[in-house]
Each structure stands twice: as structure tokens, then as C-alpha cells.
């Protein structure tokens, strides 16, 4: 006999074990799930443990899922089955459970992002009534792709967060991205991230965000130069031991594939973009 139960905020160490137990032997590359990690997540992607569920076979995990929250809507960060308990209804319970208590608590837009490998997840989002909105590429840059534009009358300076905050660039008007790459990401991690901006004598006029471990988080120009500032500010960029940059995640509304091919980019997988509004069951 199967229970289900939404999970307290002292329930971490439930949920990292349902998480090891659950999803790790999906995903066996991955490494595993701790408290710390988890932790993390609660304050990177606003993760909410009143929005996570773990399913039981007597004492045992045997399905989780993760939701994350903010004002905009819940986003299903993770949810898994142990491979004995496949194709036994988990999944959907789990989904409709946090639907129904949503549509009551809010907010009422839930999202998910999933790789578009992954046919029977992305079946069973759409079974529970999730539609595609987009479809959000990960793309690559190798180092010697980048073109060097031309720097004439360019300024290059470091650039953090507050600065960009402080020069209202990330506010309301900020592009729609991926949850991990979103604004309220970007400020929870300021202590880790690193930037570079082209200015004028007036304003910025194009900036990329970045960790060192060659992620771009955000990149965006405010000029219609071809490219060339954001070439410039690649240029710039440490170099890696890969010789590669990951741009991950990126929504059509976010920056164009055009411009993105012209700056040396190349996709190399997708995600799906699936929504619903919460409902009672």
C-alpha cells in the first residue's frame, strides 16, 4: 500500500535520501544528493520543501518531487521513480497532488523544464494537462569560434550584479529565461558570479555574466552592432581548460538564434518548456 505526503521544512534529510533513492539510479553520472546541495538549491532556485512529495512503500521512498516557488509560479525542479515502481501511477499522483494545493494556495502557473530525451517524462506532463510553451537550447562556444569585434571607442570593466541592479538592468524589463538563469538566481548567487560590460560614456551597452567554471548566466546587448560587443566581451572571458563556454537553457525571448550562431555558438541539446495552471483534482 502507497502514501504520499508533502514534505516540512525539517524534512531535508527525506528528501535527499528519496532523491538518492529515487532519481540517482536515473541519472547514475550525477553525483549524489547531500544536505548541503540540497540547501543550496533552497536558496539558488527557491526550492520549498511545503512543495516537494515524497511517495512510500511502507517506510521507503519510492517516488519524489521537488518544486521550487516564486511569486511568478512553481516550477517541478525534479521528480523521479525508483525503477521498481515505474508505470504505477506515482508520477501522476504526485503532480496532480501539488496541483490541487496550488490551485487553492498559489501561485497557479506551474512549470517544468525537461530534456527533450526524456519521452516518457515529457508523456507524463503532458497526460496532466502541461503544454509546451518553447523550447530552451543549450548551446557551446569553443574558444577559438569567438571573433574579436572591433573595440573602437569600446570601455571593458568588471561589472557584478549590484552594478547592473543599480543601473536598472535587472528588473522587470529582463528577458524571460530559464529558472536557473533567472534573475532571482542571478541574485542569490552574486557572491560567486563574475562579469564584464562594454560601456560608453553614458551607459552600458552590452554585458556577460559568468562563473569560472565557463558557464555564461546571462549575456545581453543593448546596441544593434552585429554582435560586435558581445564578441569583444567573449573575448575577454578566462580561459578554460575545455576551451568551451556553456550557454544553457536559452529561450527564444532571451536572445536570438541568429545573433548567437553569429557570435560562434552551436546547440547541442534542448529542453522542452512545458506550463499548466494549478486545478483541483
Not at 77 to 85: C, E, F, L, M, S
Request: with cysteine.
Amino acid at each position: 500500500m502507497s502514501s504520499y505526503r508533502f514534505c516540512r521544512t525539517d524534512d531535508v534529510s527525506l528528501l535527499v535520501d528519496a532523491l538518492n533513492r529515487c532519481w540517482s539510479p536515473h541519472f547514475p553520472d550525477e553525483p549524489a544528493m547531500t544536505p548541503a546541495t540540497f540547501k543550496r538549491s533552497i536558496r539558488d532556485l527557491q526550492v520549498w520543501c511545503s512543495s516537494c512529495m515524497v511517495a512510500f512503500a511502507g517506510a521507503d521512498p519510492i517516488a519524489v518531487l521537488i518544486g521550487a516557488k516564486r511569486p511568478s509560479g512553481t516550477l517541478i525542479h525534479k521528480i523521479a521513480v525508483h525503477p521498481d515502481h515505474c508505470r504505477q501511477g506515482h508520477g501522476r499522483h504526485l503532480l496532480t497532488s501539488l496541483s490541487s494545493k496550488l490551485s487553492i494556495l498559489g501561485p497557479p502557473r506551474m512549470v517544468a523544464e525537461i530534456p527533450e530525451t526524456l519521452t516518457p517524462t515529457c508523456e507524463l506532463f503532458a497526460a496532466c494537462g502541461y503544454l509546451q510553451e518553447a523550447l530552451l537550447t543549450d548551446y557551446v562556444l569553443d574558444r577559438e569560434a569567438s571573433v574579436v569585434g572591433d573595440a573602437a571607442g569600446m570601455f571593458v570593466f568588471p561589472v557584478t550584479i549590484d552594478d547592473l541592479v543599480a543601473n536598472d538592468l535587472l528588473g522587470d524589463q529582463h528577458p524571460q529565461t530559464c529558472w536557473e538563469r533567472s534573475v532571482e538566481t542571478l541574485t542569490a548567487r552574486k557572491d560567486e558570479i563574475q562579469g564584464l560590460a562594454v560601456a560608453s560614456d553614458e551607459r552600458i551597452e552590452a554585458f556577460i555574466l559568468y562563473v569560472n567554471d565557463g558557464e555564461i548566466l546571462s549575456m545581453r546587448t543593448f546596441v544593434e552592432d552585429g554582435g560586435a560587443r558581445l564578441k569583444q566581451l567573449l573575448s575577454q572571458l578566462p580561459a578554460q581548460d575545455t576551451g568551451r563556454f556553456r550557454f544553457q537553457k536559452v529561450h527564444p525571448a532571451e536572445i536570438s538564434k541568429e545573433l548567437l550562431e553569429t557570435l560562434g555558438f552551436r546547440p547541442t541539446a534542448a529542453h522542452l518548456l512545458y506550463a499548466a495552471k494549478a486545478r483541483s483534482a
